[in-house]
């Protein structure tokens, strides 16, 4: 049996389309609107008025179609649904530069695709930096049969806030000298946080205010309200533009059910580290507290240096006293730069059984250095020393009508890592720029190698959430250190290991993940932290070329750059 067929029958959480599969069709107007997230007026960018936008809510194997017209009078726009695979729709995928041209100001594109996965997905800006500026939404794909027992549901959308402009950071990351955006303001839950107010102030004498919400405030917390002796299913994302962080519920304990997408073997936590991009759905069961009260909910900043306050919100037992004061603080986070913690949690995540181990051996082997370095005196992040520079015609544009001979770049070997002290500032700090891309036949097997390094200047190494568009893989292993050919494979998980579609790069370590090229199309894998995506920090691989080349891509998908001309010609003659 090969390798693609024996994917699709053995993976599971998978619908087929069927005549019965549902339309789910929505109307957007994407535009700038004034709002006050943190309590502090800024602006988003809303979906019909709403920040964040509308939860889509569908059912595996249900076709969605999304009308989506950009009311943003300078921009483009484009919309990435983060965890479905577009498989047969690659041009769908929503990715500016790689799979379409960004949406014109006044005009619709209309996205229209197969969700063949149940899960916790969200989606989101992918074109500059607009995800900072909120857009974003949740995603919720449901099972025709799910196993899962539980007796409700709250949906956690978890993102950071600035009070400055995405457009400014933008300019201030692309200045020379680079000027660094700084950490977040406020961090928010379901696009509601407090900044220069807290909820717990009033443990915290001579400190910051208590918050006082008026009726329908837009930063008063949603809170969450339960009855005893129940089970809640918390499905969360993290759509984050640069903070990893740790989510606990006061008093409760979660069972972790689901990663991006996928069940896992549960096990059972007293907080979640979540990096950007990932989702996950825990249980909470709640008890039958006497009397009756409230609980915190607390989000905290990991993995840097905190310079923002808790998000905080209430789990509401029903009966409880509707405007007393909880009896205790929130749960404190736990130490930013305690790493060990952090890994622990991630390497407590297993498949759930059921789901198909990852083939025994792989095709090929794809080692990516993680680096920061200057360009021309611009700081930017690069892999293996190449920063990359997305072009205006779209990659899967350019392989469609053979426009042009790309850039396709050979795999480095191993001594991309061998060669270099990944403990120290780089040596030759000089990166280039450049928009080459890895193409793969389809079926094989490729095993790519994630390796962290020391930042450009000073001791340290940065923390790099990456995501795979159009796949989820399986997470081998993480180690610490250089990755040691012929010995660190030894290490990895090949029984059970999870199926992700974004994992965590640790300081100074290394990441393992295997995957089968399996889904024609062009497809990002990249940090999904704003700012580092925006300095360069991301690669493309192209899949099953030959097929690209016969697909019957919508024209509206490619209306810029050199496709733009080219359709024009072709439709005089």
């Known amino acids: 049996m090969s390798v693609i067929v024996w994917w699709l029958v053995t993976v599971v959480m998978v619908a087929v389309h069927s005549a019965s599969a549902g339309v789910v069709e929505l109307n957007w107007e994407v535009e700038y609107k004034l709002r006050w997230p943190d309590c502090k007026e800024g602006i988003v960018i809303a979906i019909n008025g709403e920040f964040p936008g509308p939860t889509i809510d569908a059912t595996a194997g249900d076709t969605v179609i999304v009308?989506?017209?950009?009311?943003?009078?300078?921009?483009?726009?484009?919309?990435?649904?983060?965890?479905?695979?577009q498989n047969g729709t690659p041009w769908a995928d929503g990715a500016a530069g790689v799979t379409q041209c960004p949406i014109n100001p006044g005009e619709t594109f209309t996205y229209n695709f197969i969700v063949d996965k149940a899960g916790t997905h969200f989606y989101h800006g992918h074109y500059g930096m607009q995800r900072s500026a909120g857009l974003y939404g949740m995603m919720i794909v449901r099972s025709p049969k799910e196993t899962l027992?539980?007796?409700?549901?709250?949906?956690?959308?978890?993102?950071?806030?600035?009070?400055?402009?995405?457009?400014?950071?933008?300019?201030?990351?692309?200045?020379?000298?680079?000027?660094?955006?700084?950490?977040?303001?406020?961090?928010?839950?379901n696009g509601r946080g407090q900044f220069n107010c807290s909820l717990a102030a009033y443990f915290n004498k001579g400190g910051v205010k208590e918050c006082k919400f008026k009726d329908n405030d837009e930063c008063a917390p949603t809170i969450l309200r339960v009855e005893p002796l129940k089970v809640y299913r918390l499905r969360i994302a993290s759509t984050t533009a640069l903070?990893?962080?740790?989510?606990?519920?006061?008093?409760?304990?979660?069972?972790?059910?689901?990663?991006?997408?996928?069940?896992?073997?549960?096990?059972?936590?007293?907080?979640?580290?979540?990096?950007?991009?990932?989702?996950y759905s825990v249980l909470l069961r709640t008890h039958n507290p006497t009397p009756s009260r409230k609980y915190w909910i607390s989000?905290?900043?990991?993995?840097?240096?905190?310079?923002?306050?808790?998000a905080l919100t209430v789990l509401h037992y029903a009966d409880a006293p509707e405007y007393e004061h909880l009896p205790y603080p929130p749960p404190v986070t736990p130490r930013w730069d305690d790493y060990d913690r952090s890994k622990s949690f991630s390497k407590k995540i297993f498949a759930a059984k059921g789901y198909p181990p990852p083939p025994e051996k792989s095709d090929e082997q794809l080692f990516l250095l993680n680096t920061q370095n200057l360009m021309d005196k611009y700081t930017k992040w690069a892999i293996n020393n190449v920063s990359l520079s997305?072009?205006?015609?779209p990659y899967i544009g350019t392989i469609r009508y053979g426009l042009k001979t790309l850039n396709y770049q050979k795999p480095p070997g191993k001594e991309i890592v061998e060669d270099y002290d990944i403990t120290k500032p780089p040596v030759n700090p000089n990166t280039t720029k450049g928009n080459g891309i890895y193409s793969f036949q389809l079926g094989r097997v490729v095993d790519v190698i994630l390796q962290n390094s020391n930042v450009l200047n000073g001791r340290g190494s940065e923390i790099h959430p990456w995501h795979l568009h159009g796949h989820d893989f399986w997470v081998l292993g993480y180690g610490e250190g250089k990755f040691r050919l012929g010995v660190d494979e030894k290490t990895y998980n090949l029984n059970n290991p999870p199926l992700r579609n974004t994992v965590a790069l640790y300081p100074y370590g290394w990441t393992a993940l295997r995957f089968v090229t399996d889904n024609p199309g062009v497809w990002f894998f990249h940090c999904h932290i704003e700012p580092h995506l925006h300095m360069g920090m991301g690669v493309v691989f192209a899949e099953g070329v030959d097929q690209i080349a016969k697909m019957n891509i919508p024209n509206a998908v490619l209306g810029c750059g050199s496709t733009r001309e080219f359709l024009m010609n072709r439709g005089r003659h």
């Open 67 to 85: 009308h989506v017209t950009n009311k943003l009078s300078t921009e483009g726009v484009v919309i990435h649904w983060h965890g479905i695979r």
């Open 149 to 189: 027992q539980y007796d409700g549901e709250f949906n956690l959308l978890l993102s950071d806030w600035w009070h400055q402009g995405s457009h400014a950071q933008e300019l201030y990351l692309s200045s020379r000298p680079m000027r660094w955006i700084g950490e977040p303001q406020s961090l928010l839950i």
């Open 243 to 279: 903070a990893s962080l740790n989510l606990a519920v006061e008093g409760h304990q979660l069972e972790v059910v689901e990663a991006d997408g996928n069940y896992v073997a549960p096990f059972t936590v007293n907080d979640i580290d979540m990096y950007s991009g990932e989702t």
């Open 299 to 310: 989000v905290g900043v990991r993995g840097r240096k905190p310079n923002t306050t808790q």
């Open 390 to 393: 997305v072009p205006a015609t």
